[in-house]
């Protein structure tokens, strides 16, 4: 299979990142936690804050500049899809649920600010999503906000990444095939990260057959984050991952390395990034060299 | 304080309600779970369904009814404000909060379902509750949908019912006085009361005096609701209120009644139904009947 690099050689993809993560990373402190009670704002900010590859804002905001969108609902979608996944990281790390001590390197929100501070915590980040998505005062059109909203409302859910989560929960020990396995990451994790694109993606005007490529590429794009994902859980170390590797295997979970092997996981991520590439490209949209550049890192990443 | 009824005495709440429950009870029988992977339907819906008084979806719909708004806008409304306040109970009855066993006469989730289970469908049904008031294809203009939004996830988040939960938990042990007492049941409680009527209202197209004075009823009656809600913890048995009573004076937490005494907590719920009557009448509104007899029903009741 043809991984065809796209990116125009003259891409930056460090530097696009790091002048749209200055944005997100201004907007996320003003917006996160400021004007809560202390006990609650501390460990809303302590989940969101100085952590994080910040994977779904960029994806939002790459989505959004290669369809020439709003770029005030994209910076707000890109913060609620980041928040989105913060609060389910605070919740899967509880006892209750995964029972993990280290997140990003740091002890995780339970550990520094007990269970209930966790569990009101990641419930006042969901809120906080949808409250970043629909401003009363600002220049971005209601009926936008209302399909922002839609996305990540259903890509969040129990026809989501909750939803997956459930599977998730329910497959510890239980063998899965490798189409039960995508059907769980596909509701895990890919829902949200094709929602980040697909929310990009709304915040302009496209027909239905742009639409429809860019779906696909954030579907591929979700799935290889997954399948790269349980390659290291099981060849980085934790310090490396900045969360305890080797988890998944130890809890019994089925994973793609335990289902297709090691050797077999590496070559389906790359068949994967060359399908995102491939969508981008049928896309015809001009200003794609950061989705392709997302999704090379994505399939690329160490950690 | 003259309390003057104010109801039409041809006015039957309790046909009214059984009318608008019912609608209620099919949408959400419909609505809930039924998609998700059953390990997470069945909590959701157990958390949901075959329950509760249904004050805030009645409350929505009157609220609508009186400014004459979009009837399917007010009965997702009327579902979402109920997934809100399910989720929080499936949340707070959890051993890190409360660690309540018994919930309108059954066991909490987390008896029946685990915590692990509990977690992910109150995080669920709070996902499922803005997905309701964002449908694709319906005849619900997307600048109401997205104001609907707006309202429901302020209510919910740090600066409203979660920052209220946080507050509360904080308060455990604390002497608080009638002020930041009333300041954290505007948070815990009153908000997502109020937002209720407030969504109601925005179902529909009123000027902002109009808009004002229903915000009044919903603030007069949110604040009631706790009043009353303190003296029943106080007054009424496990039995008839369907949950443990007491639970609030046994974990030290601060009351309206530990505040002010029985009975003037008493006479400080029936100033605030005069105030919340008030305010209806000084809104101009002709069909005001169905607020009026559920602010004297939430003062009036016995569970």
């Known amino acids: 299979m043809d991984t065809r690099v796209k990116l125009d050689t003259l891409f930056d993809l460090e530097k696009w990142s790091a002048e749209r993560l200055h944005r997100v990373e201004q907007a996320l402190d003003i917006w996160v936690g400021r004007n809560a009670p202390p006990t609650l704002g501390e460990p809303m900010r302590y989940a969101v804050l ?27 979608a890109a913060c609620a899809a980041e928040l989105i996944h913060a609060y389910s990281l605070v919740h899967d790390d509880m006892p209750c649920m995964d029972n993990d001590v280290l997140r990003r390197g740091k002890p995780t929100v339970h550990v520094r600010f007990g269970e209930a501070g966790a569990l009101l915590a990641g419930d006042a980040l969901q809120a906080l ?14 009926s936008m906000q209302a399909r922002l909203c ?24 239980v063998a899965l095939d490798e189409n039960q396995l995508r059907q769980m990451h596909q509701l895990k994790t890919g829902a949200l990260l094709q929602c980040c694109v697909m929310m990009g ?22 799935l290889a984050f997954q399948v790269v994902d349980d390659i290291l859980d099981v060849t980085a170390d934790s310090a490396v991952l900045g969360k305890t590797a080797g988890k998944d295997a130890q809890q019994g979970k089925p994973t793609y390395v335990s289902v297709l092997g ?14 995102a590439q491939l969508a981008l490209d049928e896309s015809g949209l001009k ?8 999704a090379g890192m994505v399939v690329g990443r160490a950690y």
Chains 1, 2 share one sequence.
């Open 50 to 76: 100085d952590g994080g590859k910040r994977l779904r804002p960029l994806l939002v905001m790459a989505a959004s500049e290669a369809v020439a969108g709003n770029a005030q609902a994209a910076l707000r």
């Open 129 to 142: 999503a949808f409250e970043l998505l629909t401003p009363a005062e600002e220049d971005i059109p209601e």
């Open 150 to 173: 839609r996305l990540l409302a259903h890509a969040a859910g129990s026809t989501g990444m909750a939803g997956g989560q459930a599977i998730d929960l329910a497959s510890i020990g």
């Open 201 to 222: 993606v709304a915040t302009g005007e496209v027909g239905a057959g742009v639409r429809q490529t860019l779906s696909d590429y954030g579907a591929a794009l979700g």
């Open 262 to 275: 090691l050797e077999r996981s590496r070559t389906y991520a790359q068949e994967l990034l060359a399908q």
């Open 287 to 294: 200003d794609t060299n950061a989705l392709h550049a997302l």
